[in-house]
């Protein structure tokens, strides 16, 4: 008798114990459950706005930015400098940038920002920012060289 009660006791006890961790268990799982769907249920430019600082990584700002040289080159100077329209020098055309690579950049820079006969100051294109236009000259050169 004294035995089974004893018997009992242990088992009440295993019982409470198992209790009490799967509580614990769950209430772990539900925690990391509900911040995750809210997580996933944040929309995502709620997550990282346009402009805001977003640990470091910019938030893309479409078209915003500072375009590429061969961005610049795609949508101004490829008018002429791709089919020599007026005169230019072709890109790629290493004979043709020869002479005028000797200039040496800073020239051809100043030249493209405030044009040059037939070569329109910023290619026609005065939205253009100094640096996008530098970029589109390092864009021609590479090509030319
Ligand atoms: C409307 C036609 C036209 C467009 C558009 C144009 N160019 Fe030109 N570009 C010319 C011509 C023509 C010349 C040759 C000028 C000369 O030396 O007589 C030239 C010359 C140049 C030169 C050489 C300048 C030098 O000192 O020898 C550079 C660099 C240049 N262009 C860059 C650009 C860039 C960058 C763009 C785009 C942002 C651009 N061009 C858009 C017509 C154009």
Same mark, same amino acid.
């Given at each position: 008798m004294k035995h089974n009660m004893r018997i009992a006791r242990i088992l009440a006890t295993a019982a409470v114990l198992g209790l009490g961790l799967l509580v614990a268990a769950q209430a772990t799982a539900k925690t990391v459950s509900a911040e995750t769907i809210a997580e996933r249920l944040? @929309?995502? %430019?709620?997550l990282c706005l346009q402009g805001m600082d977003c640990g470091g990584v910019a938030? @893309?700002? #479409? #078209? #915003? %930015?500072p375009k590429s040289g061969s961005e610049v080159y795609n949508s101004v100077?490829? #008018?002429c400098h791709d089919t020599g329209a007026a005169g230019s020098p072709k890109r790629g055309d290493v004979a043709a940038w020869e002479s005028r690579l000797e200039q040496g950049m800073a020239t051809l820079y100043e030249h493209s920002l405030n044009g040059i006969r037939g070569m329109p100051a910023k290619g026609g294109n005065p939205n253009l920012s100094d640096d996008e236009v530098k970029l589109a000259v390092d864009y021609i050169v590479e090509a030319s060289r």
């Open positions: 944040k @929309p995502s %430019g709620e938030a @893309p700002v #479409a #078209a #915003a %930015g100077c490829m #008018a």
